[in-house]
């Protein structure tokens, strides 16, 4: 499996995919908002899109849909729910479903509602898994609800899905937030040495362009969405919300985190 991440340089700060089977050079375009690098990436490669893949109906991960189709008459994809927002569906995916790519490339549709309840993440069937996870999971961070979706959606697909994932499965997200992120977890874990790191290792030198691609080993280290047993996050949580009772449920901790989070 061939993997080109697109950063498209925009002030959403959209990462479009290229996902190519090296033996026949056939390739899936994932979000492709930014139409004219995904076109121009694929013919430098010497890549055919035929399928196109939206992991969820906001318009900056559709945008680029339509211009990409009939520059290659791709089929379009995308969670069967979202059939009467997305124009021009052709497949509706359902959990389970597998999405070849050419002769070598298999990608499992994961149904993630949180984000929006029409999200789909696709989960590579390869040595070490990776997974395109559109805006459920970013890197350090958690998608936002305030589109269509519900946090108690995300947190049941971060702990009945995302983290029950092989650790070493690498993630491919809709945006990069890594920077802000990292600050959040910070400042909701202030002696999360692990964010410290690698934010002091990123902050002069972060170039989306060549972006970090972390996995889920790390992720439970500096995801403060992953680290709700954290003694220093529930204390901090605490701190905020006076209503927080004394032991609080993982759920408790995520819901919290994901309402400051939106405001953060």
């Known amino acids: 499996m061939l993997v080109e991440q697109i950063w498209t340089g925009n002030a959403f700060r959209n990462f479009n995919y290229l996902i190519a089977c090296a033996e026949t ?8 908002l930014d139409h004219e690098k995904c076109l121009n990436a694929a013919k430098t490669r ?3 899109i035929t399928q196109v893949v939206n992991t969820h109906e906001h318009g900056d991960h559709t945008g680029g849909n339509q211009a990409v189709i009939e520059a290659t ?3 379009l994809l995308a969670h069967y729910g979202a059939s009467s927002k997305i124009a021009g569906m052709d497949v509706g995916l359902r959990a389970g479903d597998v999405v070849k790519v050419g002769k070598s490339v298999e990608l499992e ?4 509602p949180g984000h ?11 040595d070490r898994p990776a997974l395109f996870s559109g805006d459920t999971l970013f890197n350090a961070g958690a998608g936002n609800c305030h589109g269509g ?6 947190y049941d697909t971060f702990v009945s899905q995302l983290a029950k994932l092989p650790m070493n499965t690498q993630i491919y997200p809709g945006h990069d937030y890594l920077e802000n992120n990292l ?5 909701r874990e202030p002696d999360n040495q692990d964010a410290r790191v690698l934010l002091d290792e990123i902050e002069d030198s972060h170039d989306p362009s060549d972006s970090l691609v972390t996995d ?10 992953f680290r709700l047993h954290s003694p220093t996050v529930i204390a901090t949580l605490k701190e905020s919300f006076s209503d927080l009772s004394d032991e609080p449920s993982p759920k408790e901790v995520f819901l919290k985190l994901r309402e400051l989070r939106n405001s953060w």
Request: charged share 20%; net charge negative; proline share 4%.
């Open 149 to 154: 979706g519900h946090p108690e959606e995300l």
């Open 109 to 112: 549709a994961l149904d993630t």
């Open 73 to 75: 008459g791709a089929k």
């Open 116 to 126: 929006t309840m029409s999200h789909v993440c696709l989960l590579s069937h390869t």
């Open 46 to 48: 010497d890549w055919q």
């Open 25 to 32: 050079g056939e390739a899936l375009a994932v979000d492709p």
């Open 183 to 187: 600050q959040f977890t910070l400042n």
């Open 216 to 225: 889920l080993e790390q992720e439970a280290k500096i995801n403060t969405f």
